[in-house]
């Protein structure tokens, strides 16, 4: 009999093309391994209000999101991550002083700043048109002019200092890691490269040791699990340490070289089967 095995995904460039199209055989990959008695938890960057019903459906046994900040088993959170009140208050202020749009994750919230809701919108719209260009099997889990993320950014209200785990900010002034990085690198964990048609113009940050990879070693021990067990799929920055304490870190095709560095395997693209071959690799399907 096959031993059980953990395996945790992330989102946005691995589980789904950033974007909006999931392959067929990712929904099967999830739902035939924790068939085969397997664990399959989300990992993603994305705050665990943007983890939309039509991505929760596909069946998980619980998630990491905000980069770390926060992690669910089932329904139940049990891990919270979050800033101090004045750690907020110092990063809100580099923001407004430096001109750069920025959104805050709460586990149940978001809070943009007044331009983030265009950014994104504009994204979006861009996004839909590649898509309507291209014939494609894969299938829409997010949307196109009605995605449920532009609601959340239009909503512009009072910053809430405390409950939050990261934000992320959006510039079009391609210095805008270098020069966050150098002001708040000190006491939090800065790093770009998770929205790619931003660059450097964009990042998350997140207090310093707060990431996936660690909060992943925190649920291992809450469920009494070895990370030797434990398989890591991710393609962007903020998923190297994930890799880098699983057992087996894998990386999607689309990853950057960068983090192709720091895997023990390369499977394929997100919508070239990535996923269910590197389930199929690793034997949870």
Same mark, same amino acid.
């Given at each position: ?19 909006s ?19 399959v938890y989300l ?5 665990s209000?943007e ?6 459906e ?9 980069g770390g900040g ?6 139940d959170?049990?891990?919270?991550r979050?800033m101090p009140a004045?750690?907020?208050t ?10 750069y749009d920025f959104y805050?994750?709460?586990?149940d ?9 265009d950014?994104?919108?504009?994204y979006?719209?861009s996004?839909?048109r ?14 196109a002019? *009605?995605?449920? %993320?532009l $609601? =959340?950014? /239009? +909503?512009?209200?009072?910053? &809430? ?6 934000s992320v ?8 890691y ?15 490269g998770?929205?790619?048609h931003?660059g450097r ?6 207090l310093?040791g ?5 909060t992943?070693l925190?649920l ?25 304490v ?8 689309? *990853?950057?070289? %960068?983090? $192709? =560095?720091? /895997? +023990?395997?390369?499977?394929? &693209? ?10 199929r ?5």
């Open positions: 009999m096959i031993s059980p095995r953990i395996a945790f995904v992330d989102v946005d460039g691995t589980l789904i093309e950033t974007g199209e999931i392959a067929d055989s990712t929904i099967e990959a999830v739902r035939t391994a924790r068939h085969n008695g397997h664990l990992s993603t960057g994305r705050a209000v983890i939309y019903p039509a991505i929760r596909i069946g998980f046994d619980g998630a990491i999101s905000s926060f992690a669910e088993i089932g329904d959170l049990v891990i919270e979050t004045e750690a907020v110092r990063m809100i202020g580099f923001y407004e002083e430096s001109g805050l994750q709460s586990f919230e978001l809070y943009p700043s007044p331009g983030v809701h950014r994104f919108a504009e979006y719209a996004d839909s590649r898509q309507a260009g291209t014939a494609s099997d894969p299938a829409s889990v997010t949307g002019a *009605a995605n449920p %993320a $609601k =959340a950014f /239009a +909503d512009v209200r009072p910053y &809430s200092l405390t409950g939050i785990a990261k900010f959006l510039a079009g002034d391609l210095r805008a270098d020069r966050v990085s150098e002001a708040l690198s000190a006491d939090f964990h800065v790093i770009t998770t929205i790619p931003m113009g964009s990042g998350e940050v997140t310093n707060v990431n996936k990879g660690s992943i925190r291992l021990d809450r469920l009494g699990l070895d990370a030797a067990s434990a398989i890591g799929i991710g393609d962007s920055s903020n998923d190297i340490e994930m890799l880098q699983c057992g087996v870190g894998i990386a999607m095709g689309n *990853a950057t070289d %960068a983090v $192709k =560095a720091h /895997a +023990d395997e390369v499977t394929t &693209s997100v919508l070239e089967d990535g996923v269910w071959n590197a389930f690799r690793n034997g949870l399907v």
